[in-house]
């Protein structure tokens, strides 16, 4: 298992170095500098004093020179500054990720709180009135757009009906307020970003759910298990979930990097500061240091939850573990 | 058209008799009295909150009220002073002298002195700092500091918009002295000596200042200004819909058609005056077909500028004559709009040359047809819209204009600073000064300069270079005005709009006028009456 899994890791660190030499190289043939944002069309900003900026920045340089001072600082954890106010890449992604990790942490609860249940008893009677009704409920879900889903609750629960708070993620006298009331103050604002970011995923997980539901309650041990007289319950919970859960943990695996990139769309909208906004903004500012960090971040992310998938595989099925012993 | 003028007009009486009975007794009878909270909704965050780093928008609305300059603008675009008690130019136009207001104090308790003054001007040249502003001061030769309160400031040549430049907020030299201004913790902590004192900065959510007790002028009585970042225009409609924001700009469509209910008129004022910048044709000089004078004008005669506004902007605009709004002093009033007359911009394209000879509905001539790319940027609805109607009003003098969107950097880079373009519809916004030698003047046309169109005039150039060598005002005007005259005349863009600035401020605010500036010249005077304040002060420190 030890040899296993380092072997595995050995084989990550070619793969990320490729990510990021493709990435560095897609963000800088996309037109445009960062001294484009305080300099670019503004007949105050001269020519020189353009190039000057350039220069400040390491930009003159060839795109390899660049590539390769960039590298050496990430080997040794350094992401530098962002070009846009000049602050450590770090410190702003210190800043965004706790906000991010709460609302996507909330919304994975509550989307695997609902699909499993959901998902299980779907399976139960496929075809049946609760499996249509579930199936009809998570697609209006699916197919609307959240932007549109949320300027629509916004408009009801926020300018109509005075319930919640439109966007933002504290009240503006959040600082006076004691423990308790900052919690409340921030689940109160956090109810709509997390309640629609949920509602327009349960289609997916709760569709995986009841299909993997489905395989386990045709194979034979099910049968085997109905026919010593087992309680139906029991069955479905004890023999069929934890079976039934395996694909769920793939999925969960490959969920982490969508742990910590915030969607831009939401945090747009509810106008939360988290990392999705970090890296739309990045981007159209052509701030190389932070989409470089990000992408970086959440390459190596992706690869530990392929990783962790593998492991839980290797935990949960011992046919794996066998294999790999080999 | 008259269906659909009528209730537009009623409209507008019925918010003008509103806002008479909600502004004009306030002012009358009570006294402006501190407390509250002002909550601004801005779409972009700040980045730096350092005057000489500060190139966004957002990083110059905080750091306008947290430091101000040697002069500044008043309500009626003359230069005054602001820390400087007083200026002298010297008769040859040579050396600045100013004398700073003794007593101004930095949040902190330091005086204000000269060599703050100096310090700023030594980081602003200072070629290891980041600023995109160093260009104003090339022509300073030095600057020294007389006493405290006096400082000198000597040109190479005689520089009539210096005096804009001077307007950069003052930076204290005894924080910043040995730190390094692109890196220091002060840009996320800044102590000024303005209206306000920075309280905190949660990034991409809040910015928040209290008044400066103070404060040179006086106190503002506005006590916490709150600068709330809602990056979506649709969710700031909305929070301006619950009260949850006092002050944003409303697009035209939200001014004429989604503002009127009873609860919109109730909470808040709307202003509207005309912003510093026009909209624009710009042609490729350099294409033989936009290098005949001729062509430019029936192009300005065959686009209805009236129409444009109307049916892009809601009536919310005025017709451009030339590079210079009326509000400002550079605009010459003599200079009237083409009038729009397809007849006449037929006839001048005949005389160019351009008929329709094969009788296909397209003007040709030595057998091509007049087809030319209209390029602009993308993200700019109302651009788009303008394009599309260029685009038509065009095709009845058989002009076959297409139409490019383009993502903003590679439109900039790969075909403006390139000129692989043949027409261009963009927006200059403009500095008060009125010198425009870098959109105009020929020297400035290399790759990434203003001139992209090639405009090349040595009556114009000749001006353009007195203008910034005159101090006299009556001289200046003349100049200015002769300069706006001539590029009307000469036409290397197509004048089309200035749109109008629209914000809404909550009706509790009392004081806010709309002046040629906008309505933040007088913001320290803005206050709202005990009973109707909303937020209750915090307490001072």
């Known amino acids: 298992m030890g040899t296993y899994l380092f072997r595995r890791l050995l084989t990550l660190i070619p793969v990320l170095l490729w990510i990021t030499v493709i990435s560095f190289g897609i963000m800088h043939l996309a037109p445009g500098k960062p001294t484009d944002v305080s300099g670019g069309f503004n007949p105050k900003v001269s020519l020189e004093a353009r190039q000057r900026l350039e220069q400040l920045y390491g930009l003159d340089q060839p795109v390899h020179v660049q590539y390769g001072r960039w590298l050496s600082r990430i080997v040794r954890l350094d992401f530098g500054r962002s070009f846009l106010d000049d602050r450590p890449v770090m410190e702003k992604i210190a800043e965004r990720l706790p906000v991010t990790l709460t609302i996507n942490a909330w919304s994975f609860l509550l989307i695997f709180g609902i699909t499993i249940p959901l998902g299980v008893l779907a399976a139960v009677k496929p075809g049946g009135a609760f499996d249509r009704l579930t199936t009809l409920l998570v697609f209006i879900g699916f197919s609307m757009p959240s932007f549109w889903l949320a300027l629509l609750c916004m408009a009801l629960f926020g300018v109509r009906l005075h319930w919640l708070p439109i966007s933002g993620l504290h009240s503006l006298d959040y600082e006076s307020f004691g423990l308790v009331g900052r919690c409340l103050d921030t689940a109160w604002h956090l109810i709509l970003p997390v309640g629609i970011t949920a509602f327009v995923s349960l289609a997916g997980m709760s569709r995986y759910m009841r299909s993997a539901m489905l395989d386990v309650l045709r194979q034979d041990y099910i049968r085997t298990a109905r026919a010593k007289g087992l309680p139906g319950a029991w069955i479905l919970f004890h023999h069929g979930l934890r079976n039934a859960l395996l694909p769920v943990i793939t999925i969960l695996g490959l969920s982490l990097p969508d742990l910590i990139g915030g969607s831009v769309i939401a945090e747009t909208i509810f106008s939360i500061p988290g990392m999705g906004r970090l890296f739309y903004e990045a981007v159209m500012a052509r701030d190389y240091p932070v989409v470089m960090a990000l992408v970086t971040v959440g390459a190596m992310l992706t690869m530990l939850g392929n990783l962790l998938a593998d492991a839980g595989y290797a935990i949960a099925d011992p046919r794996i573990r066998v294999e790999a012993h080999r | ?541």
């Open chain 2, 1 to 541: 058209m008259i269906r659909r003028g009528q209730p537009r007009a009623s409209t507008r009486l019925i918010v003008a008799i509103l806002w008479c009975l909600i502004a004009s007794p306030a002012a009358a009878d009570s006294q402006p009295v501190t407390g509250d909270a002002i909550v601004v909704g801005s779409i972009g965050d700040a980045s730096r909150l350092l005057p000489i780093l500060a190139s966004d928008s957002a990083s110059g609305d905080i750091v306008g009220l947290l430091f101000n300059g040697l002069l500044k603008y008043n309500e009626e675009l003359k230069i005054v002073g602001d820390l400087a008690e007083s200026w002298v130019v010297s008769p040859d136009g040579l050396t600045v002298t100013f004398t700073l207001r003794p007593n101004v104090r930095w949040h902190d308790g330091a005086l204000v002195t000269a060599a703050d003054a100096d310090f700023t001007y030594r980081k602003l040249i200072d070629p290891s700092v980041r600023t995109p502003f160093s260009s104003s001061y090339e022509l300073v030769e030095s600057v020294e500091v007389v006493d405290d309160l006096t400082l000198r400031v000597r040109y190479k040549e005689p520089f009539a918009p210096a005096l804009e430049s001077w307007m950069m907020g003052i930076i204290p030299k005894h924080l910043l002295e040995g730190e390094d201004l692109n890196t220091t913790p002060f840009l996320r902590r800044p102590v000024g000596h303005g209206p306000y004192r920075f309280v905190r900065w949660k990034t991409g959510e809040l910015i928040e200042l209290s008044a400066n007790p103070d404060y040179f002028e006086h106190r503002p009585y506005i006590s916490r200004y709150l600068y709330r970042i809602i990056p979506d225009q649709a969710t700031l409609f909305l929070e301006l819909l619950t009260g949850g924001v006092d002050l944003s700009g409303l697009t035209p469509l939200q001014y004429r058609r989604q503002t009127d209910s009873a609860y919109m008129r109730g909470q808040y004022q709307k202003f509207r005056y005309p912003s510093f910048g026009f909209t624009y044709i710009g042609y490729n000089l350099e294409d033989p077909r936009f290098s005949d004078l001729r062509v430019r004008q029936a192009i300005d005669r065959a686009v209805d500028k009236p129409a444009i506004i109307e049916g892009v902007l809601y009536g919310l605009g005025a017709v451009a004559t030339g590079p210079y709004p009326k509000e400002s002093w550079a605009y010459n009033p003599a200079v009237v709009p083409a009038t729009h007359d397809l007849a006449v911009a037929k006839a001048l394209l005949a005389e160019a040359g351009w008929m329709d000879r094969d009788g296909d509905g397209w003007l040709d001539r030595d057998g091509q047809p007049f087809r030319f790319t209209l390029m602009t940027n993308q993200g700019n609805e109302v651009r788009r819209q303008v394009c599309e109607l260029v685009q038509r009003q065009l095709r009845l003098v058989g002009i076959d204009a297409r139409i490019k969107v383009i993502e903003w950097s590679t439109f900039v880079h790969e075909f403006i600073d390139k000129r692989r373009y043949e027409a261009v519809l963009l927006a200059w916004n403009l500095a008060r000064d009125p010198d425009i030698y870098d959109l105009f003047h020929s020297s400035k046309t290399k790759e990434g300069e203003y001139n992209f169109v090639g405009y090349d005039s040595p009556e114009v150039d000749a001006l353009l270079i007195e203008g910034r060598r005159t101090f006299d005002q009556a001289a200046r005007t003349r100049i200015y005005q002769e300069i706006h005259r001539r590029i009307a005349e000469d036409q290397p863009y197509t004048f089309l709009y200035v749109a109008d600035s629209l914000p809404v401020v909550a009706s509790r605010f009392r004081n806010v006028r709309a002046s040629p500036v906008g309505i933040g010249y007088n913001f320290i005077d803005w206050y709202a009456p005990r009973d109707a304040q909303r937020y209750r002060a915090r307490m001072e420190p």
